[in-house]
């Protein structure tokens, strides 16, 4: 911090084993700690597991990450999105078993599961590209693949990147691979489990 002039460490929150949490640069600062691709559009939460000693997160841990993560959103304006560091750069990072635990959608332990995403019915369209594809029925469907862990911009526009995760999608879960969100791809969006 002295030598470089760093406000604090890279990390907006940092979670310990205790339930504890801890401000590191805060809400509504710049992180940087997830690399260029997650720096600029979220914050940094560091759990504190590693790959020897503590390398499964407690459930202490896992709400200390989520207590960060609520402050973050009552604070700083966060998103519903959670990604680990390898989301966004080369990384093992989180680890395993925490990333596991942030793909099935980040949980609270021991709590009653969060109630499901109301499963809206397929629109009638099959949305598929080219050409782009515009409309709230592409923007519901892209929300529910990023809660989902697919990298992909919630902008309501059915274009390449669209195309291609639905492509993979469609792969992951035996469907046939169109890159078109036909009835069965919408259903197994919000059915089949997440992997």
């Known amino acids: ?22 401000e590191g640069r805060g809400p509504k600062r710049l992180p940087a700690a997830n690399g260029a691709g997650l720096n600029s559009g979220h914050y940094a939460v560091l759990a ?28 700083g304006g966060a998103g519903r999105e959670i990604k680990g560091h390898r989301d966004g750069y080369s990384t093992s990072c989180p680890g395993d ?29 099959t949305l598929k590209y080219p050409p782009v594809m515009v409309g709230e029925d592409v923007r519901t469907w892209q929300q529910q ?14 274009g390449e990147r669209s195309r291609d995760v639905c492509r993979k999608f469609q792969q992951e879960k035996g469907l046939a691979v169109t890159g078109a969100v036909n009835r069965a791809t919408w259903n197994a969006a919000w059915q089949e489990p997440i992997t």
């Open 97 to 125: 078993p925490l990333y596991a635990w942030i793909r099935r959608g980040a949980p609270r332990p021991g709590g009653a599961p969060d109630p499901p995403d109301p499963h809206p019915s397929f629109p009638g369209r």
């Open 145 to 158: 693949m990023s809660r989902r862990g697919w990298d992909l911009d919630v902008d309501g526009l059915y």
């Open 48 to 75: 504190l597991v590693g790959s020897s000693g503590l390398v499964q997160p407690t459930d202490d841990i896992l709400h200390a990450v989520l207590d960060a993560v609520e402050h973050l959103r009552d604070r």
């Open 1 to 22: 911090m002295d030598g470089n002039g760093w406000m604090d460490i890279g990390y907006s929150m940092v979670a310990c084993p205790h339930k504890k949490v801890f």
